[in-house]
């Protein structure tokens, strides 16, 4: 069964707005964790965001901020006054015993 | 060197040929990971080695050999390998393999194979 899903295959955005990525993910864990990561087309996977199960306040890292929605299991990615260097594929991942990845949503930021 | 390096970048190789990738990373990680991303696919975490010792091994199949011979250093030995084995290759490390849920993983910039 996936763990992770993306539901999203790609998105278009203009510069300057904000655009949000959606993950839902699937565990009987407690504790757990949830990762954003960006894999630009030179294909190095960074991170960008993290989210622990227990954390009450949802993260935010600069112009990255993550809609925890537990009860939902759900942990979507909102990136504000997007820029043309956010043009990438945008992974969902989650650990609970192992990292998990989703499919991943292609995001192009348009001039 | 900073991060996690990975070499090749490229390699193209046929059917009969042995290659190998090389990772490394210089962070003090005591765990390491080998992952594949196939074209369209999620990443598939292949093989998961914590102080040099593999502890995860996903179904892969033996033509793909790893080897890890201290904490800094993860080898991915290929062998007969098929076209569909053709992807990116993703090496990535990370502090340890936590209990609690937090575990980031740094990830080399990919090995991209192609398979002739």
């Known amino acids: 069964a996936q763990k992770i899903t993306q539901t999203q295959p790609g998105m278009f955005v203009q510069e300057k707005e904000a655009v949000t990525l959606d993950c839902t993910y699937d565990?009987?864990?407690?504790?757990?964790?949830l990762f954003w990561y960006k894999q630009p087309s030179s294909g190095e996977m960074i991170f960008l965001i993290y989210?622990?199960?227990?954390?009450?306040q949802n993260a935010t890292e600069g112009r990255y901020s993550l809609n925890f929605q537990k009860a939902r299991k759900s942990a979507n990615l909102v990136i504000s006054a997007s820029q043309l260097g956010d043009s990438a594929m945008y992974f969902c991942?989650?650990?609970?015993?192992?990292?998990?990845f989703g499919a991943g949503t292609t995001v192009t930021v348009r001039a | 060197e900073t991060g996690v390096t990975q070499t090749p970048r490229h390699l193209v190789m046929g059917m009969t040929n042995k290659k190998s990738l090389k990772c490394e990373q210089h962070l003090g990680h005591n765990a390491m990971y080998w992952y594949k991303q196939s074209a369209k696919k999620p990443l598939e975490l292949m093989f998961v080695y914590s102080l040099e010792e593999r502890v995860e091994n996903n179904s892969v199949p033996s033509r793909f050999s790893p080897e890890c011979p201290n904490s800094s250093h993860l080898f991915l030995h290929l062998h007969t390998l098929q076209p569909e084995d053709s992807a990116l290759y993703l090496c990535?490390?990370?502090?340890?393999?936590?209990?609690?849920?937090?575990?980031?993983?740094?990830f080399g910039p990919g090995t991209r194979l192609t398979v002739l």
């Open positions: 990535a490390s990370s502090q340890g393999l936590a209990q609690a849920s937090y575990n980031e993983q740094f």
């Open positions: 565990t009987s864990d407690q504790s757990y964790g």
């Open positions: 989210q622990g199960s227990y954390d009450e």
């Open positions: 991942a989650m650990y609970d015993y192992k990292l998990s």
